[in-house]
């Protein structure tokens, strides 16, 4: 009896010590990282992390979102700015069928809503299905101040929140039928957004950004906590070197597809972004209307798969990536190659 109430008593003191050792660790990571925040009427506060700057005022990046259909593909629908934001978002909401789904495409660094594969997108959604396709340009705050279009991703991810919820709240809008795709720093906003709204149905991130994205925190970058379902294509993530490899390598969602490994891509020899890029929504926007499949082979490493240790599909555990990803998909890390040219067909 005596003995066990004195392990009891031993068992106790260790506990604490641990609980003590963790917190003492914890407020020490507390006191190395620190933040500051600024507030906003609507918005709510917003608290970074000090080696970012905090996001410019709405009405400087003055991002615009734009309602498009299959009645009105060419010019949009209807439009709603920063700078009106809170007067139109009443007749804004009353223009999306909530009826349908909604996509969502987000653009990223240095892109805007007219970057060749945001249009080229838009128009493979409306082909594909009668959705209400919602673009978002917030070219006024994406850059060339990389640290600072970083930190406005929060900011537009914010408002595109407020925007979802706003149409969730008074136009029964089905948060489970909306699908947001973002690249690069896009790919921040839409876990920002997704982050905000209970719930999107899913997020595709291409080429999620790496620098400022790094913190393993759910509150700070996109990962699977910010849909339902969220499928990740990594084309771009080798280790940043300020021209390359602006994407990370972890695996961020439910499926995260590597394409050719994931961090240099053939045909794109000298590795700029745009090459990169046209890749990537080259395959993406075929993806979505097109025979190529791009089947992801699960894999536990980039080289196991090349060494041919997982080409074949047994037990159906090859999903497509893209649009048609499979969403029941065993959780995972997936790799596929590629051709170098259009349409990127796999090997
Ligand atoms: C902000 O965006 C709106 C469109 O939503 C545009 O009409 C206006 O000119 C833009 N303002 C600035 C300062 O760029
Ligand atoms: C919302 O959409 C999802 C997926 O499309 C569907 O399963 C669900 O029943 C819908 N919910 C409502 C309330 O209509």
């Not at 392990?7 to 933040?35: D, G, H």
């Not at 925040?37 to 992390?49: A, I, P």
């Not at 041919?308 to 599909?313: F, I, P, Q, S, V």
Request: net charge neutral.
């Amino acid at each position: 009896m005596e003995i066990q109430s004195k392990m009891w008593k031993r068992c106790i003191f260790l506990a604490l010590s641990v609980l003590y050792m963790v917190y003492s660790t914890e407020s020490k990571n507390r006191q190395t990282r620190t933040t500051h925040s600024k507030c906003y009427s609507f918005l709510g506060c917003f608290t970074l992390d000090s080696t970012m700057p905090l996001p410019q005022e709405p009405n400087t990046i003055n991002s615009t979102t734009m309602l498009f259909n299959r009645v009105s593909s060419g010019s949009p629908v209807a439009t709603i700015g920063a700078q009106t934001f809170l007067t139109d978002i009443k007749q804004f909401g009353s223009y999306v069928d909530t009826r349908k789904e909604t996509k969502v495409i987000v653009h990223g660094f240095m892109h805007s809503a007219k970057t060749a594969w945001v249009p080229k997108i838009k128009d493979e959604l409306l082909k594909r299905g009668d959705f209400n396709v919602l673009v978002v340009d917030w070219s006024h705050g994406n850059g060339p101040d990389y640290d600072q279009a970083a930190s406005n991703t929060y900011m537009v991810g914010t408002e595109l929140a407020y925007l979802i919820n706003h149409m969730k709240q008074h136009y029964a809008l089905n948060t489970s039928g909306v699908h947001i795709i973002g690249h690069s720093l896009g790919a921040q906003v839409s876990g920002h957004a997704g982050h905000r709204i209970h719930k999107v149905g899913r997020i595709t991130g291409l080429d999620p950004a790496e620098p400022h994205f790094t913190f393993p925190d759910p509150d700070t970058r996109l990962d699977s906590s910010d849909a339902d379902f969220v499928d990740i294509i990594h084309t771009d993530g080798s280790v940043f070197k300020g021209f390359a490899g602006y994407g990370l390598k972890t695996a961020l969602g439910h499926v995260d597809f590597y394409v050719n490994g994931g961090e240099h891509q053939p045909g794109c020899e000298e590795p700029t972004p745009s090459s990169i890029n046209a890749l990537l929504h080259g395959g993406v926007a075929k993806s979505i209307n097109s025979p190529c499949k791009f089947y992801g082979h699960f894999c536990s490493s980039f080289s196991d798969f090349d060494s041919g240790h997982c080409n074949g599909c047994q037990g159906g555990l090859c999903p497509r990536m893209g649009y048609d990803v499979d969403r029941s998909s065993q959780k995972g890390s997936y790799y596929l190659a590629t051709t170098s040219v259009s349409p990127f067909c796999e090997k």
